[in-house]
């Protein structure tokens, strides 16, 4: 995202889907930067999904809201699926009451629940889309 620094958000290929990770909270600008590249690199790399890991964000305004549902929706209007992974219990809270519900842009716990999304959606399997990833039962 920027020349300087440390890296502020990670976009590797996994296959044919795109992991962005997000290392830190970011400004309005850094957000509309991390669109940008995000949106350019599935046309470029041709992904048919999206991870964006937001693990890292111990909070989240409606602008970064806002934008992760639109890069969701430009995601699929490129042809990729997106799910945002690692949603802090706060960020959670501060998504919903910021109007983001559930269905508007799939969720998982964790890289390998957002994986195992992508997987599932783009085998079709029955509801894959509509439903995200069961979590195994821990025993105690």
């Known amino acids: 995202m920027s020349d300087t620094g440390p890296a502020l958000v990670s976009i590797l290929r996994q296959g044919s889907y795109l992991v962005a990770s997000v290392h830190t909270a970011l400004d309005d600008t850094q957000m509309l930067r991390f669109q940008h590249d995000l949106v350019e690199r599935i046309g470029t790399d041709r992904a048919t999904g999206v991870i964006i890991d937001v693990a890292a964000l111990d909070v ?3 602008f970064g809201s806002m934008t992760l549902r639109r890069i969701a929706e430009m995601a699929r209007l490129r042809g990729a699926e997106t799910v945002i992974v690692g949603i802090q219990p706060d960020v959670a809270f501060a998504m919903v009451r910021l109007g983001m ?3 508007e842009v799939p969720t998982a716990l964790d890289l390998e ?3 195992t ?12 889309a509509d439903r995200p990833p069961r979590r195994p039962q821990r025993r105690p």
């Open 117 to 128: 999304y992508l997987n599932g959606h783009r085998d079709g399997q029955p509801g894959s």
């Open 113 to 115: 629940e957002g994986l």
């Open 101 to 103: 519900g559930p269905g």
């Open 60 to 62: 989240l305004d409606s």
